[in-house]
């Protein structure tokens, strides 16, 4: 089974308790299931740092291209994403400012920081591997966590909000997965895969589930 078919599976139809480690696939670790009801009651919270991971997300696709521009397919992957981040940035403001919230301020993403930690130092040439592996981890955890407030949140409209987030970010994880192996042998993505989901279940062990947190 393609990497992208796993997560996609494991996204959307693996029950929770059953992701631990069934499969090299998937994240080794489920979220905490404390942090959706934390989030739940932090609604402003989480919203404002939603908002803020998106726009990330978008700039992030825009530093990628001023790094590769000389990478064809990459810059054409890359361009509708970043679009497409920078709408879901917009919907989750629409969101708030239906409910009387402002946007409030970004915080520091301890998740991202403890990943990107880990990545190889230098300039070789596995270094777009590893910043693939990173953004297709970031979507993978953040599809696992929409998929979370998509089934356990009280309020429908947002049970249904999140939902479209689910489905748009598991496409942007397979598009990691699918650039990084255009660009290198898919044994390579595999292992170097299999390296960061290990990374990413220490970096999530380090951290206390917190609803005013995505991550
Ligand atoms: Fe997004
Ligand atoms: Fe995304």
């Known amino acids: 089974m393609p990497l992208h078919r796993g997560i996609l599976v494991f996204c959307i139809f693996t029950p929770l308790m059953s992701t631990a ?3 090299i696939l ?3 670790l489920p979220t905490d299931p404390r942090w959706v009801d934390l989030a739940s009651v932090s609604l402003e919270e989480i919203l404002t740092d939603h908002a803020f991971c998106e726009m990330k997300a978008a700039s992030q696709g825009i530093s990628l291209i001023s790094r590769y521009p000389d990478k064809a397919e990459l810059v054409a992957a890359l361009a509708p994403m970043i679009t497409e981040e920078w709408g879901h940035f917009r919907m989750v403001l629409a969101e708030m400012k239906k409910r009387g919230y402002s946007l409030g301020w970004q915080r520091k993403n301890h998740y991202v920081n403890l990943l990107a ?3 190889p ?5 596995d270094k777009l591997l590893h910043r693939l592996m990173i953004f297709a981890m970031i979507e993978a955890r ?3 966590r929409f998929r979370l407030l998509s089934e356990k949140l009280e309020e429908e409209s947002l049970r249904k909000f999140y939902h479209k987030f689910m489905v748009s970010e598991v ?7 699918d ?4 660009y290198y042998p898919k044994d390579k993505v595999r292992e170097v895969w299999k390296i960061w989901l290990g990374i990413e279940e220490k970096v999530l062990q380090q951290l206390a589930p917190t609803g005013d947190r995505m991550h």
């Open 21 to 23: 480690d069934n499969s």
């Open 26 to 28: 998937g994240l080794k």
């Open 171 to 177: 496409g942007h994880y397979r598009m990691f997965i």
């Open 117 to 119: 930690e880990n990545e």
């Open 142 to 144: 953040s599809c696992e």
């Open 121 to 125: 130092k230098g300039t070789g040439e």
């Open 179 to 182: 650039l990084a192996e255009l």
